[in-house]
């Protein structure tokens, strides 16, 4: 009976380690998937600020500088629920504007041209690769809180189920094999 006992406290213990080590885990989750949007968001704000900033320069054509700086203008000031299109649509514009490597060239002639083409081709690349770390963290997370152990003994808590950031973000190949 004395041994049955201690087992039984023994599997209990270990079994509430594991559930612990468990929740552990998916708090460093979480934790790992706000940074990840941190980053996420920084690099989009980053992405806006510098087309915003290049479309009123006057280097661009007065038609290309509007469809930028509208778009720009509509990233940074979108609510979090219209992020995603607003976002995608930026993408879009960039892409229109900076479609032909001519344009691109045309920027970089102009004074301080160089230097701002750089910069946009580094906050056009550096998005991509920031929404991957945000959604890899996602499916992570989405896959340990799909576990059943994890939805029996509610293990996530009240916090709210991850969702991924989805959107347009192709760069323009006339940035995109420019080197930063």
Excluded: C
Aim: glycine share 4%.
């Amino acid at each position: 009976m004395t041994e049955t006992l201690i087992w039984t406290v023994v599997a209990l213990i270990a079994i509430g380690m594991y559930l612990s080590w468990t929740a552990g885990r998916l708090d460093r989750l979480h934790s790992r998937i706000d940074a990840a949007r941190a980053a996420l968001d920084a690099q989009l704000l980053r992405r806006a600020s510098v087309a915003q900033e290049l479309a009123t320069s006057g280097v661009l054509d007065p038609a290309a500088s509007i469809v930028l700086y509208e778009a720009a203008h509509a990233a940074r000031q979108s609510e979090e629920d219209h992020r995603e299109v607003a976002e995608s649509e930026l993408s879009q514009a960039l892409r229109a504007v900076f479609g032909e490597p001519e344009q691109v060239d045309a920027v970089r002639r102009a004074p301080g041209g160089e230097e701002a083409a750089g910069e946009l081709a580094a906050a056009v690349r550096r998005v991509p690769m920031a929404r991957r770390f945000h959604n890899d963290a996602v499916r992570a997370a989405r896959a340990l809180r799909r576990h059943r152990k994890v939805r029996w003994f509610r293990l996530a808590g009240h916090a709210p189920f991850p969702l991924a950031f989805e959107m347009d973000d192709e760069p323009p190949v006339a940035l995109a094999d420019r080197p930063a």
